[in-house]
């Protein structure tokens, strides 16, 4: 990671974007950034582990106090890039926002990209505090490194401001579930004696509708701890369609994103024909709480898609799940082999919004709730 020089001119340790500790760099920060008392910097963000910390803790809840080395260590873009908002009167952190690196596949193009987030400002210094002036720092200073295209999922408040810098809504996320329990769901809009009566023929009748049904299940079904070479030649036939964007998918990239998690675990389902054989697929999902989430499911075919599909439905049933849950974007192929095995949309899409990165109303956007930020 770069930095800049601290207040009194000295250099400060910092690692580079490979995660080696290098002498920090001065960051032009645009005239517009040092306005009224508030200086924007980007610096080493490990001494303000803790400042950083507290602010998750009173802005954004339930964020793990680990999610700080995950974002530091691992990524094979490079570690999260920390900018500040500091107040000069008193030297106090008024705000901060992150951006996550991410390699992106645009059009078989490679374009390096950046995931806003943690975008927190004080109480105290929101009236006439630094909101605007933190994400239009950082986006400008991270262009003139060669990131060409930034998403993010803004809350209502973080809308308004980046829509101001030029933010917009090119995609969603459709939030799809598809229940196993009838009866649980039918129990909080009638009583238990009519969900009862009425449980095995709403179930029948989805049943007939899901392609589970017509797939067999013959195939070789595993499950690993290890994500290697076998997960970057999946990888390659992916990243190869035209029209399309989506994030990495390495080896490197899955294994840091899905098996260091710091506050979830992780299974990692693959499929091949025959034991031994070339593995044609996999999936990556979690269970919490009596329900089955999928974050991701990657193949380059639909075949392989179905028959993972079919597998994890077995599964989730196995361990007594209420329902399998995905968040798959608008212009996914992947959402009509989801539909088609019973999912419903649950009304909860999660915008995405993007600067830079193409305009062509067309684009198909390979996105799914994995590459969300945690």
């Known amino acids: ?6 207040r009194d001119g000295e250099r400060e340790p910092g690692p580079t974007e490979n995660g080696e500790r290098a002498a920090v760099r001065h960051v032009s920060v645009p005239a517009a950034a040092v306005r009224g008392t508030y200086r924007l910097v980007q610096k080493d963000p490990a001494p303000y582990r803790e400042q950083i910390i507290a602010f998750w803790k009173e802005y954004l809840p339930g964020t793990p106090a680990g999610r700080f080395d995950w974002m530091s260590n691992g990524n094979p873009a490079g570690p999260a890039l920390w900018f500040f908002a500091v107040d000069t009167r008193n030297d106090e952190i008024a705000g901060v926002i992150s951006v996550i690196p991410r390699e ?22 929101r009236v006439f505090g630094p909101g605007l002036l933190l994400p239009k720092t950082a986006v400008a200073e991270l262009s003139k490194r060669g990131f060409e295209m930034f998403y993010t999922i ?28 009838v009866g649980y769901y039918l129990e909080k809009y009638m009583n238990r004696t009519s969900a009862r009566l009425l449980s095995p023929l709403i179930r029948n009748g989805l049943a007939l509708l899901s392609m589970e049904r017509y797939i067999p299940s013959r195939g070789a079904f595993g499950e690993t701890a290890c994500i290697g070479a076998a997960f970057d030649a999946l990888w390659d036939k992916m990243c190869r369609k035209e029209g399309s964007l989506r994030g ?13 998690d710091p506050l979830r675990r992780y299974r990692v389902l693959t499929y091949r ?35 993972l599909l079919r597998r994890i439905v077995d599964i989730a049933k196995q361990e007594g799940c209420l329902s399998l849950t995905i968040d798959v974007g608008r212009t996914n192929p992947l959402l009509s082999l989801v539909r ?10 999660i915008a995405l919004f993007f600067l830079g990165g193409p305009e062509e109303s067309d684009t198909e956007y390979g996105f799914v709730g994995g590459d969300r930020s945690l």
């Open 248 to 260: 990495d998918r390495s080896a490197a990239y899955l294994s840091w994103r899905y098996l260091c």
């Open 273 to 307: 024909k025959k034991p031994g054989g070339k593995m044609l697929g996999c999936l990556f999902f979690m269970i919490d709480a009596g329900r089955l989430h999928i974050a991701d499911i990657m193949s380059p075919g639909i075949i392989p898609v179905y028959k």
């Open 104 to 125: 992106v596949i645009m059009g078989g193009r490679r374009v390096r990209a950046g995931i806003l987030g943690d975008f927190m400002v004080s109480r105290r210094h």
């Open 154 to 181: 803004p809350n209502a408040e973080s809308e308004k401001v980046i829509r101001r810098m030029g933010f917009r809504h090119r995609e969603s996320l459709y939030s799809m579930v598809k229940p196993l329990e």
């Open 340 to 349: 088609s095995f019973g999912f419903f949309n649950a009304g909860k899409d």
């Open 1 to 6: 990671m770069l930095g800049l020089y601290d």
